[in-house]
């Protein structure tokens, strides 16, 4: 049974930083794409980054230098590294994945989802 669990939101203030874990389970993550996404209050879910199964990453405009994906393929983790964050990273992120070569920034592409967790930046 697949499944995702992310974990490591809270509150912080502008500029200081946050890593958000995705633990994936009843599969192995580098072999398909994986996606965060946020939802910030009264929005819609957005995307924020993905890396797929090649290892290749993409990043949203606002985050790109900012937030950085990284893996450790041996705990079967993805991890979301946030720094200098801002008022408006604030939000509901949301790990995904989906089988499939290529990864898209759409979230109805995505099979699988976490609970989500909440990050508040104050400035």
């Known amino acids: 049974q697949v499944q995702l669990v992310e974990s490591g939101g809270g509150s912080v203030q502008a500029g200081g930083t946050l890593r958000l874990s995705c633990a994936a389970s009843g599969f192995t993550s580098s072999t398909y794409c994986m996606g965060w996404f946020r939802q910030p209050p009264g929005k819609e879910r957005e995307w924020v980054a993905t890396?797929?199964?090649?290892?290749?990453?993409g990043y949203e405009n606002s985050v790109r230098g900012r937030f950085t994906i990284e893996t450790d393929n041996a705990k079967n983790i993805v991890y979301l590294q946030m720094s200098s964050l801002k008022v408006e990273d604030t939000a509901m992120y949301f790990c995904?994945?989906?089988?499939?070569?290529?990864?898209?920034?759409?979230?109805?592409?995505?099979?699988?989802w976490g609970q989500g967790t909440q990050v508040t930046v104050s400035a």
């Open positions: 890396r797929d199964r090649l290892g290749r990453i």
């Open positions: 995904a994945a989906t089988p499939g070569d290529i990864c898209y920034v759409v979230d109805s592409f995505y099979s699988y």
